[in-house]
């Protein structure tokens, strides 16, 4: 997972020299400290989910942006020893990526693996209307979206165009597994 780490950083470091942008400038547009800018490229930290969530929304991503290479040559084939694996310090959230997005396809499909009591929040989408279908497989997941919450037991689906604030908690006892597509508008 070391590996998925430096190469997550190398990519927030591209995304942010290819916009010109110096640290200060991507300070200013997600609103996340100059300091831990720094430390998240040289990757000295791994950021949080919720500062992945407001450097999406300062550029205009979603979130499958930071995990993908610029590199168009991918494989349409993506054997699980070449899936990116994330984990949030922060929470213990673990991010899988199944399928990342490729030229030509409009959608990706993530793993998420919640721990038990544990949230994730982010305070505003990166893109207005990624539409988002959630197949929980274990556990249990409180859903909010904006001011409604949704709660689901394993096999539910919950589809949604993320608009607005989202969140999402593993009340327990047990973490909350589940797959994600994300369409991009």
Known sequence: MASDSIRLARRLTELRQTRQWTLEQLTEESAVSRATLSRIERGEVSPTAQVLGKLAKAYGLPMQAFFTEADTSASLHMP??????????????????????????????????????KTIAYAAPPLSGLEHHLVLLEGALEVTLDRDTHWLSAGDCLRFRLDYPNSYHAPGPHEARYILTVILP
Do not use: C, K
């Open 80 to 117: 699980v020893a070449q899936q990116t694996v994330w984990e949030d310090p922060e929470t213990g959230f673990v991010r899988r990526n199944l399928s990342p997005t490729l030229p030509g396809f409009r959608g990706s499909m993530i793993e998420g693996l919640l721990p038990a009591g």
